[in-house]
């Protein structure tokens, strides 16, 4: 059974720094799949940044330059580095793993940032 677990977010003003990061379990291969989403209040649920099935890294254009996702096969964690935070970046995250038939997800993170 996949399960991920997902820790730090909070509340931090514009300009700064928060750092996501989810570990997973129940995964037999590697990281490839794992990533981010996030959902704004009254908004639909988004893409962050994520490593794909194939490997490679996809960030939303809205995060390019200023969020970096990172991942260790071995422990199967995925990290998301957030800079340069600002109030558009506020909502829920959640760690997303999907396998192209399944997709799993994390509880879910807050982060604000207030102007």
């Known amino acids: 059974q996949v399960q991920l677990a997902e820790s730090g977010g909070g509340s931090v003003q514009a300009g700064g720094s928060l750092r996501l990061s989810c570990a997973a379990s129940?995964?037999?291969?590697?990281?490839?799949?794992m990533g981010w989403y996030r959902q704004a209040p009254g908004k639909q649920r988004e893409l962050v940044a994520t490593?794909?099935?194939?490997?490679?890294?996809v960030y939303a254009g809205s995060v390019k330059g200023r969020f970096f996702i990172s991942g260790d096969n071995a422990k199967k964690t995925v990290d998301l580095q957030m800079n340069s935070l600002n109030p558009e970046d506020t909502g829920v995250y959640y760690c997303?793993?999907?396998?192209?038939?399944?997709?799993?997800w994390g509880q879910g993170t807050q982060v604000t940032v207030s102007s």
């Open positions: 490593f794909t099935i194939g490997g490679r890294t």
């Open positions: 997303h793993y999907g396998t192209g038939y399944r997709d799993y």
């Open positions: 129940g995964i037999t291969l590697g990281i490839n799949g």
